[in-house]
């Protein structure tokens, strides 16, 4: 179901979505890991730094149990059927040792690049926030100078009857978002 926009933007970000509902069976091929990779890779970043750095795990395989186990159990219910979850983490710090104050907006870049690209070939992307930081750190024994940022589940979306109840009322509901006159503060055009 498209979104209702006050005009019409492009159809991939109209369409967008971040299901739950996802078919345990697909596997991403390797090109298309790497085209949602090299999607985050190209994203625009603060002077160049690309801070984010991904942690890839595909359903199965060590690195995919281990951000799994880190999920809030809520997300693990409907996550481990997903075909990759991607960890993202960002670096703190700029090379001279001072704070990198824009560095979660950079990963939010990546994330967001990534999340189109695995929809414009047919994958649902869902970013989670519901997840034990600490406990992927250990899991994944990430660097001391990174910070873990977000979860990505992406799959194939599939029928609603995997969900519970709340969670298939959920999915199936309309789209919504405030309005742009709330989230403009100065400037919408009349």
């Known amino acids: 179901m498209s979104a209702k926009t006050s ?25 298309g890991i790497t085209a949602v990779l090299e999607a985050a890779r190209w994203a625009p970043s ?22 799994l186990d880190s999920l809030a159990p809520f997300n693990q219910n409907w996550a481990h059927r997903a ?28 994330v967001s690049q990534l999340s189109l690209e695995a929809h414009a070939r047919g994958f649902v992307a869902h970013q ?13 024994s990430i660097d001391s100078v990174l910070a873990p940022v977000i979860v990505i589940a992406i799959g194939k979306q599939s029928g609603i009857e995997q969900l519970e109840e709340a969670l298939a009322e959920r999915e199936s509901a309309p789209r919504e978002r405030k309005a742009l006159s709330e989230i403009v503060v100065q400037g919408l055009p009349n």
């Open 7 to 31: 005009v019409p933007i492009h159809s991939l970000l109209a369409n967008r979505k971040s299901p739950r509902s996802l078919d345990s069976t697909v596997v991403m091929s390797k090109d």
């Open 83 to 110: 075909s990759l979850l991607i960890l993202v983490a960002g670096t703190t710090k700029r090379q001279d040792g001072s704070d990198h104050g824009s560095y979660l907006y950079d990963c939010g870049l990546a």
């Open 128 to 140: 989670m926030g519901g997840f034990d930081k600490e406990k992927a750190i250990t899991n994944l």
């Open 46 to 67: 603060s002077n160049n730094m690309q801070p984010w750095r991904l942690f890839v795990g595909q359903r199965g395989d060590k690195v995919f149990t281990s951000i």
